[in-house]
């Protein structure tokens, strides 16, 4: 099994940044690549970011130039930094890791951006 633990959401003013944490446990070798979502009340999740085990990073249009996932191998942490945050990006952000059985989830973590 693969365990995952978000921190670091909040509440930030638009143009502010956060920076989110996730720290994954268990079978960590088993994982593929690991993932940032993000569900906005009346919507459906939606991948934000995602690091396959070999390093490479995508983004989803709307966040481009303005968050950075990456990885600490040494504390099994991935993270998003946001950056010039807009009200829009408000959400519950989740932290996903795929392995070849299935797709592990974290409990999220709120981010709200006020005007």
């Known amino acids: 099994q693969v365990q995952l633990v978000e921190s670091g959401g909040g509440l930030v003013q638009a143009g502010g940044s956060l920076r989110l944490s996730c720290v994954v446990s268990?079978?960590?070798?088993?994982?593929?690549?690991v993932g940032w979502h993000r569900q906005a009340p009346g919507k459906q999740r939606e991948l934000v970011a995602s690091?396959?085990?070999?390093?490479?990073?995508s983004y989803t249009d709307s966040v481009k130039g303005r968050f950075t996932i990456s990885r600490d191998n040494a504390k099994n942490t991935v993270h998003l930094q946001m950056n010039s945050l807009k009200p829009e990006d408000t959400a519950v952000y989740y932290c996903s890791a795929k392995t070849i059985a299935t797709t592990h989830w974290g409990q999220g973590t709120q981010v709200t951006v006020s005007l």
């Open positions: 268990g079978r960590t070798f088993t994982i593929d690549g």
């Open positions: 690091i396959s085990s070999g390093g490479s990073t």
